[in-house]
């Protein structure tokens, strides 16, 4: 019996590899983008001569040379190459922008109110937060909007980076900021899984006496909860080790035409979110268990309802359930339920949404933005309080919700509508890349990626209003703000 066991699970084993095999045959061929190694690139492990932002700073600018010389100056360039990000001089090169935001950056001030850092998502770069870390130099804060590791120059550079590579270079910058303007005043803003970054910091500053805990934190788009087929990725990645499964180290590979997002994803990539998200929740989960950690600095977290990279569950069940009451809020962005009543296309996650209004137990304040009634396009704020089902608040914005737009996306949230490259407007410059909405239409199997692509929302129509809270949110924060148990 144990024989038959043990042939039919190799000759299962056999059918696999042979069927990824055969799925290797049509994957595309990988681009030097694809298979360079940069070894300017910073990781835990040059902690002994990278140990402060200056130095990572003079590591990064030798990384872009080295990406200059080994990736650019091996690509063709000219008119039909136009769309290619790592064509020299190409409509979507970056290196030739001023500044290039996959660069870490820095935007100071005289006599700073105090720090903002700006962390990005998986396969992002600073850019993603461009916008709101503009609006924050604005209003008197100095500002650092980190690059991580393995992103902004290829995607290969998530091959082999790790969480931990990140987080290393995350306690950096923090100390630097907090060197400037003082460790009380140093506000965390994490996108993605920018967001557990920023959480595994002011967990370590809870037990280094040598950090400084954030005044306050912002998650956008949180990922503190991924699909469960991530926990697959790291056998996937394993099996890329194997002659002819080359191509299992990668989700996507896809032509590179964004300057400023790797359109490629590495298995390895999926994983490293995997194994940040699932330590988090567990030290979330530990230090509630044991009941006497200090509060954690006010968390302020933005998402849509609906979707489709991380959990919005999670974000509930592996952090805001775990906190302590009255210093948090949570905003929803609910999907436009006029277009939802409308049409049959579309799926209603209003389960969602009804069952945390509906939580008498949640100990944060709960605000959802969305549709006054379903017969209006016109946008509320509805604010409910901890421990309670009654809406004590409904506040109008002066939003409506755009004509076909059904609900925001997981990368829409920071980009303001007129965002040059991502928003809602086409840039007068003809010759200018923009992605905010392709109007492409012919036979389905054409294009070289998926045509959900080309409906996912890239900006937020209710960005002035996303900008707002989070700068009252730092501002209340700041050198010890207001008491929220209040709020």
């Given amino acids: 019996?144990?024989?038959?066991?043990?042939?039919?699970?190799?000759?299962?084993?056999?059918?696999?590899?042979?069927?990824?095999?055969?799925?290797?045959?049509?994957?595309?061929?990988?681009?030097?983008?694809?298979?360079?190694?940069?070894?300017e690139e910073f990781d835990r492990g040059k902690l002994n001569e990278i140990d402060s932002f200056a130095a990572y700073l003079e590591l990064e600018s030798r990384l872009f040379e080295q990406l200059q010389s080994e990736v650019y100056a091996h690509t063709a360039s000219g008119p039909n190459h136009r769309l290619e990000r790592f064509s020299t001089g190409s409509t979507v090169d970056p290196s030739g922008r001023q500044p290039n935001w996959n660069r870490s950056f820095q935007l100071d001030v005289e006599n700073p109110r105090g720090a903002v850092l700006l962390l990005h998502g998986m396969s992002d770069s600073p850019y993603s937060l461009r916008a709101l870390g503009e609006a924050l130099h604005r209003n008197g804060y100095q500002?650092?909007?980190?690059?991580?590791?393995?992103h902004g120059t290829a995607p290969s550079g998530l091959l082999e980076v790790h969480w931990q590579d990140m987080a290393a270079a995350v306690k950096l910058a923090a100390q630097h900021l907090a060197a400037g303007v003082g460790g009380d005043r140093v506000h965390m803003i994490g996108y993605s899984t920018g967001a557990p970054l920023a959480l595994n910091f002011t967990l370590d500053a809870e037990q280094d006496p040598l950090l400084e805990s954030p005044a306050s934190v912002v998650l956008v788009s949180p990922a503190l909860g991924i699909s469960p087929a991530a926990v697959m990725a790291q056998w996937n990645?394993?099996?890329?080790?194997?002659?002819?499964?080359?191509?299992?180290?990668?989700?996507?590979?896809?032509?590179?035409?964004?300057?400023?997002?790797?359109?490629?994803?590495?298995?390895?990539?999926?994983?490293?979110?995997?194994?940040l998200t699932r330590a988090v929740a567990a030290r979330i989960s530990a230090r509630t268990e044991a009941g006497d950690?200090?509060?954690?600095?006010?968390?302020?977290?933005?998402?849509?309802?609906?979707?489709?990279t991380v959990s919005t569950h999670a974000v509930v069940d592996n952090l805001l359930r775990h906190v302590n009451t009255?210093?948090?809020?949570?905003?929803?962005?609910?999907i436009n339920r006029q277009d939802m009543t409308a049409s049959i296309l579309v799926s209603d996650p209003g389960p969602l949404t009804n069952e945390l209004m509906n939580d008498p137990l949640?100990?944060?304040?709960l605000t959802v933005i969305g549709n006054e009634n379903p017969d209006s396009t016109q946008?509320?704020?509805?604010?409910?309080?901890?421990?309670?089902?009654?809406?004590?608040?409904?506040?109008?914005?002066?939003?409506?919700?755009?004509r076909q737009v059904l609900s925001l996306s997981h990368i829409a949230l920071p980009f303001p509508p007129d965002d040059p490259l991502y928003g809602s407007i086409n840039p007068k410059n003809e010759a200018e890349i923009y992605l905010g909405h392709l109007a492409i239409q012919g036979e389905r199997g054409l294009l070289k990626f998926s045509s959900d692509w080309l409906i996912r929302l890239r900006h937020n129509p209710f960005f002035d209003y996303f900008e707002d809270r989070v700068i009252e949110w730092v501002n209340g924060s700041n050198e010890g703000g207001e008491d929220r148990d209040e709020l």
Avoid: C
């Fill in 1 to 39: 019996m144990i024989r038959i066991l043990w042939r039919t699970l190799l000759t299962l084993v056999v059918l696999l590899l042979a069927t990824l095999y055969g799925l290797s045959t049509t994957w595309p061929e990988p681009a030097i983008w694809h298979t360079v190694e940069l070894d």
């Fill in 143 to 150: 500002v650092l909007g980190l690059r991580l590791p393995g």
């Fill in 237 to 275: 990645r394993r099996l890329s080790y194997l002659p002819g499964l080359e191509h299992l180290a990668w989700l996507d590979m896809l032509p590179e035409f964004d300057p400023y997002k790797y359109n490629s994803f590495a298995t390895n990539a999926a994983e490293q979110v995997h194994l």
């Fill in 293 to 308: 950690a200090p509060p954690l600095p006010p968390i302020l977290v933005l998402k849509s309802t609906v979707d489709a």
């Fill in 326 to 334: 009255g210093r948090h809020e949570f905003v929803l962005f609910d």
């Fill in 362 to 365: 949640l100990p944060f304040t």
């Fill in 379 to 402: 946008v509320v704020a509805r604010h409910k309080p901890p421990f309670s089902v009654e809406v004590n608040s409904s506040e109008p914005l002066d939003a409506v919700w755009p």
